[in-house]
């Protein structure tokens, strides 16, 4: 009688051992599953590390303030010599805050190989990076052009209309990294309108 006590107590130590570590695993999951999301909100919320915020296609304007206008200049750089033509169509536009606007960057592979490439955004001044909402933008995905391959890149924002009063003026700087190796670039539907 006392060997089959034992043994019960050690089935359900056993039982309660491996429930304990199932649920340890589940949570270790759950976690690891929540820290690119909660990454996300934390630099949408603070402007950090190139994001700003609503870089979504959930981004719903309400409606325009037409009693302001801020200009938004665009510039390009390309990092470590990278062989490539890189600019903005337009060096900058005048915005009401809430109205949606679309332009665009030209890109053209330079350097004699196919090459993957990624835009990291940037906003000056820091404090206006919450407020530009972007909800299309060649940022979002790697890039791949052939030698001699062109594109136009697409970029789609607003100006939240809770930006303060004393700014008037954002710039919006991207610069181009190469990343070809690094990871599967963006499939070819989603790189924008491909010319050569």
Request: glycine share 6%; net charge positive.
């Amino acid at each position: 009688m006392p060997d089959s006590t034992k043994l019960e107590k050690n089935r359900k130590s056993v039982r309660h051992q491996t429930f304990i570590m199932l649920l340890i695993a589940v949570l270790m999951f759950g976690f690891g599953y929540a820290l690119v999301p909660l990454y996300n909100v934390l630099c949408d919320a603070f402007g950090i590390n190139g994001k700003t915020g609503g870089q979504t296609a959930q981004s719903v304007v309400s409606s325009v303030d037409k009693h302001r206008t801020i200009t938004v200049q665009f510039v390009s750089m390309n990092n470590a010599k990278l062989p490539w033509k890189f600019y903005p169509y337009r060096k900058s536009v005048d915005i009401h805050p809430g109205e949606n606007t679309r332009v665009a960057y030209f890109a053209k592979n330079e350097s004699g190989k196919t090459m993957v490439v990624q835009a990291i955004p940037s906003v000056a001044p820091s404090e206006a990076a919450k407020y530009l909402k972007k909800t299309e933008c060649f940022c979002f995905e790697r890039q791949t052009l052939a030698d001699g391959e062109t594109m136009d890149m697409p970029l789609l924002f607003h100006i939240d209309r809770d930006i303060p009063e004393d700014v008037k003026e954002i710039t919006l700087s991207y610069t181009l990294f190469d990343v070809t190796g690094t990871k599967k670039s963006a499939p070819p539907e989603q790189r924008g309108k491909i010319s050569k």
